[in-house]
């Protein structure tokens, strides 16, 4: 089974500019995550998708948006981008949402190093 | 609120030596615990994890864990250390009340030395 795929795997941009991350799941995995990883903040969860349905949310401010697909890909978008932003962001799939994926670990991508110039 | 400590930032040992990285949590219901382990320029890879029942879990390359509930800790041992396993490692809980989030550690680099 392919692993989980995340496009672009490099990006730099500008402040102020926007940009949108993709995210391919292991066949059959229905549920998303996105995850913002920096030297300083380490891990962080942003938000979760599940059946084209943010099902949770991390402490993020509105410029970080997603979606899901009928097909379960995901995107990810930031908008008026900050040099605060750079990072590598890291999506997962898993196969279920809710209480009863708890206990199922998630799957990750190589992710997609972001660079805000 | 859930959190995760992984007290060391580095952990050094010399290959066949066996190795432990440190992980202690706290959440307001039962755990859910999770060892991944990261390589330069790759994303996290799975390794184990607790949900219930023995308190030492096996999982790939030969890690292992002991869940403590006394003493909230979830250590990442291996009896004999390679090369190879020198990398990132995190240690992740989630909270059976709480979502499907998993929350990180900061993570503890191991360099292991022929």
């Known amino acids: 089974k392919a692993g989980v795929t995340q496009t672009p795997r490099y990006l730099i941009k500008t402040r102020g500019q926007q940009v949108t991350l993709s995210c391919s799941p292991i066949?059959?995995?229905?549920?998303v995550s996105w995850y913002q990883q920096t030297p300083g903040q380490g891990l962080q969860f942003l938000f979760e998708?599940?059946?084209?349905?943010?099902?949770n949310k991390g402490n993020f401010p509105g410029r970080f948006s997603g979606r899901q697909f009928s097909n379960s890909r995901s995107e990810m978008n930031v908008s008026t981008l900050e040099l605060g932003d750079s990072a590598l962001y890291l999506c997962?799939?898993?196969?279920?949402?809710?209480?009863?994926?708890?206990?199922?670990?998630?799957?990750f991508g190589p992710g997609t190093r972001l660079t805000v110039l | 609120a859930q959190s995760v400590a992984q007290p060391e930032d580095q952990v050094n040992v010399a290959e066949g030596n066996p190795l432990t990285v440190k992980c202690t949590y706290s959440?307001?219901?039962?755990?859910?615990l999770f060892w991944y382990v990261q390589y330069p320029n790759r994303g996290l890879q799975f390794l184990l994890k607790?949900?219930?029942?023995?308190?030492l879990v096996k999982g790939s390359y030969g890690f292992e864990a002991e869940f403590n509930k006394s003493q909230t800790s979830f250590h990442l041992k291996k009896p004999s250390a390679l090369v190879s396993d020198s990398a990132l490692y995190f240690c992740?809980?989630?909270?059976?009340?709480?979502?499907?989030?998993?929350?990180f550690g900061k993570g503890t680099t191991l360099s292991v030395s022929s």
């Open positions: 997962a799939s898993s196969l279920t949402s809710g209480a009863e994926s708890s206990y199922n670990e998630q799957f």
């Open positions: 066949s059959g995995h229905r549920s």
């Open positions: 998708y599940f059946s084209e349905t943010q099902r």
């Open positions: 959440v307001s219901g039962n755990p859910y």
């Open positions: 607790y949900i219930t029942g023995d308190n």
């Open positions: 992740a809980v989630r909270d059976d009340q709480a979502g499907t989030a998993l929350i």
